[in-house]
């Protein structure tokens, strides 16, 4: 019975974190390629690390357990309005509350690193 317990309350936590980083990976892939004060990449790339980090940590500062990815940011074309393409990655290394051989045996690892990567496409008007 406890090791359902167990089960049940880690499988909650990964997709509680994975649903959170997934959230926040689309938001701010949105806000990149919506947002007209984003432009460049580095800016763009500074603002994705920020928002993740203070997501998924509480903190402006990455600990080794989460990795933003790289953000690509560019306008697609000539059209007017422009069309701007934003895709936004990140990595999350998920600690399980039990050690779980099971884990151990296919990750190599008692954590999970749950990944994810956003592309948001669209149309900046008045720009």
């Known amino acids: 019975m406890l090791a359902l317990v167990g089960v049940t309350l880690d499988f909650a936590r990964v997709y509680e974190a994975w649903m959170r980083l997934q959230a926040i990976t689309r938001d701010t892939a949105e806000l990149l390629a919506t947002d007209a004060a984003y432009t460049d990449v580095a800016t763009a790339q500074a603002a994705a690390d920020l928002r993740i980090c203070t997501t998924m940590v509480g903190s402006a500062t990455c600990p080794s357990s989460v990795r933003p990815g790289t953000v690509s940011l560019a306008r697609v074309g000539l059209s007017t309005p422009p069309i701007w393409r934003a895709a936004v990655g990140a990595e999350y290394d998920f600690q399980t509350f039990f050690v ?28």
């Open 100 to 127: 779980w051989p099971v884990i151990q045996g296919l990750t190599g690892s008692d954590r999970w690193t749950i990944t994810t990567s956003v592309t948001y496409e669209v149309i900046r008007v008045g720009e």
